[in-house]
């Protein structure tokens, strides 16, 4: 790959002649006697109109003033110079009134980081535009290099030319490129070729009378790289997506997926980020070939739900936008939107540019906020909600679509899932009343609206008052509140038989205690003494301390026992279960304290070496049981169940010693089967430019306990890994899978080849629906293709 031309070194000077420089302000007959008789000066030239203060000068072995010096000839080691930027040739013709220079012979220039070369050129210095003949350009950013027998160049940073050829690569000898009778460039813009072809080393492969290619300065409006591929229950793909920059703080793009089993699917895109609001918002559509009237049509592994789908026209709309109401920053706004045509449609298109996973993740980066499984039902929720200093309120509508319902299966008229329309909420945060009393509160009033089945209005109001008592041992905070809920009730016919009136009350007390202290203690490190503070020693640093803590923790939580058979089960809130537990745990926290040496600027603005300081937990250990008093009095199902107050011990390791290896661990240990029932575990590690790894195992036993019945057996392992072969190779592979059942949950291999000038890749993925085969192919110094 060309580098960009080291300055030139000051040319030699014969030993016997003095060196004279003279500004373009001289008179006219003294710069002919110099420039005549002297060789090797160098003559300052003052630009009429430009667009810096800094002057041009001009060195060469030898200058000729002609014309009264109107004319200047420069032969031998050409320089003109205007702070950075500089022109080179064997010969140059400078003519004054004009402010033209005419270049000729090994022609080489530096301008704004764009370097030129050619045969012959001639410039404008005030404006700097001109022509450079079988020459070639350079242009930083992007990465591209432009050839041509003639080029234009333009005011601004455009050019325009004839023969040329456009490529990212070393351009003597390219791994592709791209050729065309005329063109021109915009290097904020686009590469417009006329009569082009695409190459790969000099064999053409595509044609066209016209391609116009967005370069990576600035957004542009035009064609992005496709994705093509194969899929055994979509078949062959290509997914075109068109890019529309609207304007600086919103743009869309505009997918066409071509899949030849099942049809093209339309799809829209758009983004804002502005400085109040935060939106991304997107729908595809499609007309699928295919539809299942029967069970038995269903593709594997939906043949067996007990569901049909007999609609074709198929959609997924879904978005988030974070804003404020219009005239108040301080009503906050947040929109979550998911609807789908049907039970099957995120699982059939769930990779890809257009599918569920892509989604999720663009949700997740950008908004922080997750979406609902692809099996599982959809989510749609609009909040308002402002805070002040003592207290906040909400108002927000939820809206749960049964993806089970309608396009075949039941009737929606049938259909009982629960809506929020609307909820209104009010909270006192917690603060100090009188003394050491504290007290929160919570408000919450909701309307139930279903299709089939009892709706109502529900009243939750729930306060809570607490006395912090700490001392030099340890805190204790006792709490009591209370939970009054209200109800009118519209009753079904289906759960009306026993309930009597719309009016419904329930009060209920409940009880917290939470006790904790710490200890720890310091313990220096030898070898952390040893760093001094030097320019050699800078980004080296040294574990200078060790602080062991220890944190014992009791919690006890009491609700009593209360018959709700008589409410609505609207949710969870109808139905609180009696508590009397008591929960005690023991962390123990090793950290380091760490010096590492740095450059820092001082009042005098002067750098010198400095110490920064940071600290990081290295390791986590946690234990922890509960005892539950209700259940050691339990005598419901006593002969099926026998009582097992005490709870699982749950032991947690957390291992982070440093940027490179990370271990989370969770293992529950049952005290009454002397075994293992649950284990959560994950590695990560990490060598930066070779390998990245993570391994992780899920396991839960079969249990059938009063409060555990029939829990099935889990067993399961995620496994991902990168590798860099070489610095251009690289392979990736993930396995998930299921052990208990023996099968493979998701499959995926990658291999990628990254060179100085394109990006290549194909990737095979396996998962229970389908197998998929993709190409990517990605041209350094273009977004678009």
């Keep these: 790959m060309r580098t960009a031309p080291r300055r030139p070194p000051a040319p030699e000077r014969a030993p016997s002649v003095r060196s004279l420089r003279v500004t373009a302000l001289c008179l006219a007959a003294l710069c002919l006697l110099l420039l005549s008789a002297v060789r090797g000066p160098a003559e300052t030239l003052t630009m009429e109109a430009t667009d810096t203060s800094v002057p041009w000068s001009l060195e060469a072995d030898r200058i000729v003033g002609r014309q009264d010096s109107e004319i200047l000839e420069a032969q031998g080691n050409v320089v003109l110079r205007q702070g950075d930027d500089y022109l080179k040739a064997d010969f140059a013709r400078y003519f004054r009134k004009t402010n033209w220079v005419f270049l000729k012979g090994a022609v080489e220039a530096d301008w704004r980081g764009d370097q030129l070369r050619a045969e012959q050129a001639e410039f404008d210095l005030t404006n700097m535009v001109g022509w450079l003949k079988k020459g070639s350009i350079f242009v930083a950013n992007p990465h591209l290099y432009f050839s041509g027998d003639f080029i234009r160049k333009h005011w601004g940073d455009s050019y ?84 529309w920059n609207i304007d600086e703080e919103s743009d869309a793009t505009f997918y066409e997926n071509a899949m030849s089993k099942r049809g093209v699917m339309q799809g829209a895109e758009y983004r804002r980020n502005s400085r109040d609001t935060k939106a991304y918002l997107r729908a595809d559509w499609l007309h699928d070939f295919k539809r299942a009237t029967d069970e038995s049509n269903e593709d594997s592994p939906f043949d067996e739900d007990g569901l049909i789908r007999t609609n074709r026209e198929r959609y997924w709309a879904r978005g988030k936008i974070n804003t404020t109401l219009p005239g108040s920053r301080d009503w906050k706004v947040k929109l979550d939107l998911d609807l789908v045509s049907d039970q099957n449609y995120l699982r059939e298109f769930s990779s890809g540019l257009s599918g569920f996973k892509a989604s999720r993740k663009t949700f997740l980066k950008e908004f922080g906020r997750d979406i609902t499984d692809a099996d599982q039902n959809r989510t749609s929720t609009l909040n308002v909600s402002r805070s002040w200093d003592r207290f906040g309120m909400s108002a927000s509508a939820e809206y749960t679509q049964n993806v089970d319902y309608g396009h075949g299966n039941t009737s929606l008229s049938r259909d009982p899932t629960l809506q929020k329309l609307p909820e209104v909420s009010g909270y006192l945060f917690k603060d100090s009343i009188a003394g050491p009393l504290e007290m929160r509160a919570g408000l919450t009033a909701t309307n139930f609206w279903r299709r089939y089945g009892t709706s109502g209005t529900r009243l939750d109001v729930h306060p809570r008052i607490s006395v912090p008592l700490r001392s030099k041992y340890g805190t204790i905070i006792p709490s009591l509140g209370w939970r009054q809920t209200i109800y009118g009730v519209d009753w079904h016919e289906s759960d009306s038989p026993g309930r009597e009136g719309s009016f419904k009350s329930r009060g209920l007390p409940d009880m917290l205690v939470s006790a904790y202290t710490e200890a720890y203690r310091v313990m220096g490190l030898s070898w952390g003494t040893g760093l001094a503070l030097s320019r050699e020693n800078v980004n080296k640093s040294r574990w200078t301390s060790l602080k062991h803590n220890i944190q014992p923790r009791l919690a006890y939580s009491y609700i009593p026992r209360r018959d709700q058979d008589d409410l609505p089960q609207f949710d969870a809130v109808d139905s609180i279960d009696g508590e009397n537990q008591i929960t005690y745990s023991l962390s123990n926290i090793l950290s380091r304290k760490r010096q590492t040496v ?39 199902l006593i002969d099926q169940y026998p009582q097992r107050p005490l709870t699982d011990t749950l032991a947690e390791l957390s291992v982070m010693p440093g940027d490179y290896v990370t271990l989370t661990s969770r293992s529950w240990f049952s005290p009454y089967l002397s075994s293992i029932t649950e284990h959560e575990h994950s590695l990560t590690m990490e060598w930066p430019n070779r390998v990245t790894a993570m391994v992780g195992l899920d396991f839960q036993e079969s249990l059938d306990e009063y409060k555990r019945r029939e829990r099935k057996r889990i067993s399961a392992v995620r496994t991902a890994i990168k590798a860099f072969l070489t610095p251009a190779w690289s392979v990736s592979a993930r396995w998930d899978a299921d052990i208990q059942d023996g099968r493979d949950l998701q499959k995926e291999l990658m291999i990628n080849y990254a060179h100085d000038c394109f990006e290549l890749g194909i990737a095979y993925a396996q998962d229970s629906y389908e197998d998929r085969v993709e190409i990517l192919i990605n041209l350094m110094g273009f977004n678009m293709f």
């Design 598 to 636: 740095v450059m820092q600027e001082g009042k005098d603005g002067k750098a010198r070496p400095a110490f920064d300081v940071d600290y990081r937990d290295i390791v986590r250990f946690r234990l922890e049981q509960g005892y539950d008093f209700n259940e050691a009095k339990r005598t419901d």
């Design 160 to 243: 325009s030319f004839k023969n040329a050829k456009v490529t990212a690569c070393d351009p003597e000898s390219p791994a592709w490129s791209m050729e065309a009778r005329e063109g021109d460039i915009t290097l904020d813009g686009h590469v417009r070729l006329w009569s082009a072809s695409f190459r790969i080393k000099d064999t053409p492969v595509l044609a066209t009378p016209y391609l116009a290619i967005p370069i990576k300065t600035k957004r542009r409006t035009g064609l992005l790289f496709p994705e093509m591929g194969y899929s055994s229950k979509l078949g062959a793909y290509y997914n075109q997506p068109y890019y």
